[in-house]
């Protein structure tokens, strides 16, 4: 039995993405929204690592705990940056935001990923988070 599997040109701009070094990563999924634009389609998310854990109890709760309004960057989180450089932070919280929900919007526009170590967040490429998750 053969099995075809049609690839679009989005599926493409992720997949280069996936596989690219954060700054390659970011150019092809805003390659990969123009293209979308201008086709009026929907870009459906994929998962985060996180989100293909799974987490204990404990994890969860570090996920769902609030933030503190204002917060401008990374500093006092329980995070891990696994990537050469920085990770840009060019928002702040408002109250009620979850640290998860924060995190993921930081890292994703990036072309970044993260998963759950222990009780820290890891931030890393989406190929070594993926070897993490698949494990």
């Known amino acids: 039995m053969e099995l ?7 599926d493409l ?3 280069a993405a996936d596989a690219s070094p954060p700054a390659a990563a970011s150019m092809y999924r805003v390659l990969q929204c123009d293209l979308a ?11 985060s ?4 854990q799974t987490l204990t109890d404990a994890q ?6 609030p933030m503190g309004t204002g917060q401008k960057g990374l500093e006092n989180l329980p995070v891990v940056v696994k990537i050469a450089g920085d990770v840009r932070v060019l928002c702040s919280t408002t109250p009620r935001l979850k640290l998860g929900s924060f995190l993921k919007a930081v890292v ?16 890393d490429t989406p190929a070594n988070v993926r070897k993490v998750v698949e494990k």
């Open 37 to 47: 634009e201008s086709l009026k389609v929907w870009i459906l998310d994929r998962p």
């Open 108 to 123: 994703r526009v990036q072309g970044l990923d993260l998963y759950m170590d222990g009780n820290e967040v890891v931030i």
């Open 13 to 15: 701009l992720a997949a």
């Open 60 to 65: 969860k709760a570090i996920l769902a705990r």
């Open 49 to 52: 690592g996180i989100d293909l």
């Open 4 to 10: 075809l599997v049609e690839l679009t040109d989005q």
